[in-house]
T-cell receptor, first 112, second 115 residues
């Protein structure tokens, strides 16, 4: 089955440092991977999408990579701030498909 | 664009009762999804609509669960004879049916507690 695996341990970092979150997938490469942010008691909010043929995507302080050899995506937040503290979800989708499969998410805590 | 709206935000019910949740997607979106999320887990896919047609249901969705989207706009999710294991956050999302617009827009969810 298609799975998304994220580090279940929370990530604690100091303000100003770069946070790096890992997402691994099983079986065949998804057409794209997405990253969402989720705050407690709220629905996920879309952040970035990277396609299978793209190596890297950036948006402001966010960067995501897609390595089909390692079957992995890395999500970076540079110059992290306490307001970045949240759970970050990785999700896979397939071309023309509709069933987006989510990982369990990684909680990020940024200390001032 | 008023976002995806879900109602109610919270629902407490006794085991065996029926509950119904409503989702109003972003008006231009023709795809609508229901997900379920428990503490410490990611959203799990339940079902999907393209316009009014329900195109896929997860095996997680027992026959006690039914979803409708009668006019291709809002959707309802009903759970009959609720069980304690049904306690979760029920999330609705919508999206465009267009390559390049795969991102999902989620509502704030309905938190269900079955006592």
């Amino acid at each position: 089955s298609q799975k998304i695996e994220q580090n279940s341990e929370a990530l604690n970092i100091q303000e100003g440092k770069t946070a790096t979150l890992t997402c691994n997938y099983t079986n065949y490469s998804p057409a794209y991977l997405q990253w969402y942010r989720q705050d407690p008691g709220r629905g996920p909010v879309f952040l970035l999408l990277i396609r299978e043929n793209e190596k890297e995507k950036r948006k402001e302080r966010l960067k995501v990579t897609f390595d089909t050899t390692l079957k992995q995506s890395l999500f970076h937040i540079t110059a992290s701030q306490p307001a970045d503290s949240a759970t970050y979800l990785c999700a896979r989708g397939r071309a023309g498909g509709f069933k987006t499969i989510f990982g369990a998410g990684t909680r990020l805590f940024v200390k001032a | 664009d008023t976002g995806v709206s879900q109602d109610p935000r919270h629902k407490i019910t006794k085991r065996g009762q029926n509950v119904t949740f409503r989702c109003d997607p972003i008006s231009e979106h023709n795809r609508l999804y229901w997900y379920r999320q428990t503490l410490g887990q990611g959203p799990e896919f339940l079902t999907y609509f393209q316009n009014e047609a329900q195109l896929e249901k997860s095996r997680l969705l027992s026959d006690r669960f039914s979803a409708e989207r009668p006019k291709g706009s809002f959707s309802t999710l009903e759970i009959q004879r609720t069980e304690q294991g049904d306690s979760a956050m029920y999330l609705c999302a919508s999206s465009w049916d267009e390559e390049g617009n795969e991102k999902l827009f989620f509502g704030s969810g309905t938190q269900l507690s079955v006592l």
